[in-house]
């Protein structure tokens, strides 16, 4: 079935247009696969919609959405530039939090972290996430582009979701790094990308 991808803009029109299926879309996906996250369903759902609406117009998240029939199916959001490089940032820290902290040493590469990718069960199989993971990397490039500097994406994902790691091998990520949550003892394997690893 076709999809359409988008991203979703900065200005508050946009941003308004789509924060509740935005909110209702990451909530369902909390409840449909809460294993693939780091955060939970309880503590999402609490949030005030100021969090969801600052979420959208973060200038360092860009969210890309697939759409279905007029639905939300595939989301994605790419948060940067990040003050240090892959290597540097924890794959189970918090992303949201290091796009807070302005970056005071001069870094070589422009990292961008992939966070919050899901696509629901219905949709697999349809190459919504890899378009997604694509847009991504395309708006990455254009950044890196712009800045004179050389593109890096990471992602980090729990050792036992193959389908997800499959996913992002076959986009073109490697896997760098593997550290234990501190919530379980689950693994979590860091992963990058750069245009030269094409």
Same mark, same amino acid.
């Given at each position: ?22 909110? =209702?879309?990451? #909530? ?5 696969? /809460? !294993? ?7 503590? !999402? ?8 609406? @600052? ?9 890309? *959405?697939?759409?279905?029939? +007029? ?6 959001? =790419? ?9 540097? $940032? ?15 040493? @001069?870094?070589?590469? $422009? ?13 697999? +199989? ?23 500097? @050389?593109?890096?994406?990471? *992602?980090?994902?729990? @050792?036992?979701?193959? /389908? ?7 986009? +073109? ?9 501190? +919530? ?13 690893? #094409?």
């Amino acid at each position: 079935m076709p999809f359409e991808i988008i991203q979703i803009l900065k200005d508050d029109a946009s941003i308004r247009s789509y924060v509740d299926e935005i909110k =209702a879309f990451r #909530l369902l996906s909390l409840q449909t696969s /809460p !294993e693939s996250f780091g955060s939970n369903y309880a503590r !999402e759902s609490a949030f005030p919609d100021e969090v969801w609406y @600052e979420r959208l117009s973060n200038p360092k998240a860009i969210t890309f *959405i697939a759409v279905q029939l +007029g639905n939300i199916v595939s989301s994605i959001t =790419a948060l940067g530039p990040l003050p240090h490089g892959p290597d540097v $940032l924890s794959a189970i820290g918090n992303p949201w939090v290091a796009t807070d902290v302005d970056a005071t040493v @001069e870094t070589t590469s $422009l990292h961008w972290r992939i966070n919050g990718m899901f696509t629901l069960p219905q949709a697999r +199989g349809q190459g919504t996430a890899k378009a997604l993971i694509e847009a991504a990397k395309r708006f990455g490039i254009a950044q890196a582009e712009a800045s004179g500097k @050389e593109l890096v994406l990471s *992602i980090a994902v729990h @050792e036992d979701n193959a /389908p997800a790691k499959t996913l992002y091998a076959g986009c +073109g990520f490697v896997a760098i790094e593997e550290e234990t949550n501190r +919530g379980d003892s689950r693994k979590i394997i860091l992963m990058q990308w750069t245009p030269t690893s #094409l």
